[in-house]
């Protein structure tokens, strides 16, 4: 194993710094601003940033974009061991992934259309979220189930002719209230009597625009909406799309899932370390600006405690996440699982504990808007349970340890 980056990360990440130099970290509360002014004038926040907007154009044209695609006919070409570190960088803004095309859930939807899609799907809606010009959104977890046992979803495909049918309710669908999402990848059940429940499910491509598609409310994160993406509970009822839709074929769900959650998770990881490193760098500076008791907060014990401790855990999760990459680079995803359990479990816990002690040093302030840590805080608490709680992956990692001894 080297983690020694190649001369080309290298120049990408002096390039992605200087930018979020020049451009990201100066706009970060202008972004906020003016997505609350479409709230208050507008009265609809569901509105893209104008800002956001712009900053793709600069990043597009200083070829900071679609950093995330693997190697294929589209372009691309940075294994995930490459990515990791860019990954890290984005991380620490929020609305930065959006910036140069790296954001979920299109870049998880993304590699599901290039490594399972047609060549018409390729063409409808894979060029158009490569250029930056649709959004999308990923249709999986249920209110009716326990969905951390994704076998119990109960949203119904059936084939009729020429066409699937689609009848059920979602929720946490990511991106459903940006008026640029045009088109959903919603995992339903196709096969509900087939003897093998990983195989009853498929995946299944759903135009934004098609009818019997309703969006009953969006859903509050800790109290953030989220907007302009936001999470939606939406209903589907009676949505026809055509049998040419379904992706890879009936019973399939399960083998994309798998295919689009690995880098999924591993992504949400590398933005997870680049939030705590913030997080840090926060706690540094305020700390030492702020006295009490007669020295600077930097300077009580308590505070240098925590300051070496968020240190060493996320220099620990980075060494986690990298690993986890290589596997993924040199075995592949699915020989990969148990790295990608290991991470998916230790860094939101990691950057909930950093968040939480560089909240804790803002004192009051660190639950306000002020200094971004309440939300920051949200973010990471949030991704203990996407992509799969805790549990699940601890008891997925706990199987394969003991596998060992079997």
Not at 146 to 170: F, H, M, P, Q
Not at 229 to 255: I, Q, T
Not at 256 to 277: D, S, V, W, Y
Request: aromatic share 6%; charged share 30%; net charge neutral.
């Amino acid at each position: 194993m080297n983690f020694e980056y190649s001369d080309k990360v290298k120049d990408l990440e002096a390039r992605l710094n200087a930018f979020m130099e020049a451009h990201v970290y100066p706009n970060e509360e202008a972004i906020t601003a003016e997505i609350d002014k479409n709230g208050t004038e507008k009265g609809d926040r569901w509105q893209p940033s104008q800002i956001i907007e712009d900053l793709k154009k600069k990043a597009k044209a200083e070829g900071l974009w679609n950093l995330f695609l693997p190697e294929s006919e589209r372009g691309g070409g940075l294994t995930n061991l490459e990515y990791a570190p860019l990954c890290e960088i984005m991380g620490r803004v929020e609305y930065a992934p959006e910036i140069f095309n790296c954001s979920a859930p299109d870049t998880g939807n993304m590699e599901v259309l290039e490594r399972y899609g047609t060549e018409e799907h390729k063409k409808q809606w894979l060029k158009p979220l490569l250029e930056g010009e649709i959004r999308s959104a990923f249709a999986m977890t249920e209110p009716r189930v326990a969905s951390s046992d994704a076998t119990n979803i109960e949203c119904r495909i059936e084939r009729k002719g020429d066409e699937y049918v689609i009848n059920g309710l979602k929720w946490w669908t990511s991106g459903i209230g940006d008026p640029r999402c045009k088109i959903l990848i919603l995992m339903g059940k196709s096969d509900p009597d087939n003897p093998d429940r990983y195989r009853q499910q498929s995946m299944i491509l759903v135009p934004r625009d098609t009818a019997g598609i309703t969006v009953k409310r969006m859903l509050p994160v800790f109290g953030y909406d989220d907007a302009p993406h936001g999470h939606g509970e939406v209903e589907f009822n009676d949505v026809r799309v055509p049998a040419s839709n379904m992706l890879l074929g009936e019973g399939r769900g399960f083998e994309i899932a798998q295919g689009r959650l690995g880098p999924g998770r591993i992504h949400h990881c590398m933005r997870l370390i680049g939030q705590a490193e913030r997080a840090l760098e926060k706690m540094c500076r305020r700390t030492s600006s702020r006295t009490a008791f007669g020295k600077p907060v930097s300077e009580q014990t308590v505070t240098q405690e925590r300051i070496a401790e968020s240190r060493i855990m996320i220099d620990q999760a980075r060494l986690l996440v990298l690993h986890a990459a290589w596997k993924m680079d040199t075995v592949g995803n699915k020989e990969a699982r148990k790295e990608i359990a290991m991470i998916k479990v230790a860094a939101p816990v990691m950057a909930c504990k950093v968040i939480d002690w560089a909240l804790q040093a803002h004192g009051g302030g660190g639950v306000t808007t002020d200094f971004g840590t309440a939300r920051a805080y949200a973010h990471a608490r949030t991704l203990r349970l996407a992509d799969g709680p805790d549990e699940v992956h601890r008891n997925q990692i706990a199987r394969l340890e003991l596998r060992r001894y079997n």
